[in-house]
T-cell receptor, first 115, second 109 residues
Framework: NAGVTQTPKFRILKIGQSMTLQCTQD?????MYWYRQDPGMGLKLIYY???????DKGEVPNGYNVSRSTTEDFPLRLELAAPSQTSVYFC??????????????FGPGTRLTVT | GQSLEQPSEVTAVEGAIVQINCTYQTSGFYGLSWYQQHDGGAPTFLSY????GLEETGRFSSFLSRSDSYGYLLLQELQMKDSASYFCAVRTYGQNFVFGPGTRLSVLP
C-alpha cells in the first residue's frame, strides 16, 4: 500500500492564480481531511469528508474548495491565491470502522508559496 | 471558540521521562489524540483517549481527565530519535479535529 499520496510536493504560485492540490489514498478509508500548517504552528482543518459526495467545512475553509467524487480522491482547490495561503498542506485519511476512526494517516505534504 | 494549550518547548536528557501536558476548551469532546512530527515530516499517530485514565503503548503513555479538560503524553526511556514536535488534538464532533499548537521536545545526550 502506498498509503496517502499528495502531488505536487512543492509549488510556487503568483497572487491571483489558482491550483488544485491532489490527494489519493489506497486504504479504502471513507474519512479524508485537508489541513494547513503554518511554520511553527499546529495543524488547522480546512475541509473534511466522510464519504464520496459528502464534504464539510473545518476551522479555516475560506479561499478553498473541495470535492469527493470517489473514495480514493479528495482534491483541494485554491481559487485566487493570496500570500496568506502560503503554508504546508497535509491530506489525511482514516477508517470509519468503529474504534478506528480517530487514527489519521497523513500524506507527505505539499509546500505552497504564494508571491 | 476552540482552544488547546501545550507548552511550547520541553528539554530532557536521554533515558529520562518527560510529560507533555494539554489543556483544552472546546465546544464538544469525543476524544484526545496525540501525534508526533519530525522536522520536515508528516504527523504520525501515537495514541487516542476517549475515556478517563491511562493508555500505555510501549514507551509512550497517554492520560485523559475529562472533568479537568486535561490530558498528557508521557514518554519514558527517552531516545535521541524522540526529538520532535508533539501535538494534541481534540475530536470535537463527527470527524472535526482541533489541533494544539505543539510542543517541541529536545532530547540531549
Amino acid at each position: 500500500n502506498a498509503g496517502v499520496t499528495q502531488t505536487p510536493k512543492f509549488r510556487i504560485l503568483k497572487i491571483g492564480q489558482s491550483m488544485t492540490l491532489q490527494c489519493t489514498q489506497d486504504m479504502n478509508h471513507n474519512y479524508m481531511y485537508w489541513y494547513r500548517q503554518d511554520p511553527g504552528m499546529g495543524l488547522k482543518l480546512i475541509y473534511y469528508s466522510v464519504g464520496a459526495g459528502i464534504t464539510d467545512k473545518g476551522e479555516v475553509p475560506n479561499g478553498y474548495n473541495v470535492s469527493r467524487s470517489t473514495t480514493e480522491d479528495f482534491p483541494l482547490r485554491l481559487e485566487l491565491a493570496a500570500p496568506s495561503q502560503t503554508s504546508v498542506y497535509f491530506c489525511a485519511s482514516s477508517s470509519d470502522r468503529v474504534g478506528f476512526s480517530y487514527e489519521q494517516y497523513f500524506g507527505p505534504g505539499t509546500r505552497l508559496t504564494v508571491t | 471558540g476552540q482552544s488547546l494549550e501545550q507548552p511550547s518547548e520541553v528539554t530532557a536528557v536521554e533515558g529520562a521521562i518527560v510529560q507533555i501536558n494539554c489543556t483544552y476548551q472546546t465546544s464538544g469532546f469525543y476524544g484526545l489524540s496525540w501525534y508526533q512530527q519530525h522536522d520536515g515530516g508528516a504527523p504520525t499517530f501515537l495514541s487516542y483517549n476517549a475515556l478517563d485514565g491511562l493508555e500505555e503503548t510501549g514507551r509512550f503513555s497517554s492520560f485523559l481527565s475529562r472533568s479537568d479538560s486535561y490530558g498528557y503524553l508521557l514518554l519514558q526511556e527517552l531516545q535521541m530519535k524522540d526529538s520532535a514536535s508533539y501535538f494534541c488534538a481534540v475530536r470535537t464532533y463527527g470527524q472535526n479535529f482541533v489541533f494544539g499548537p505543539g510542543t517541541r521536545l529536545s532530547v540531549l545526550p
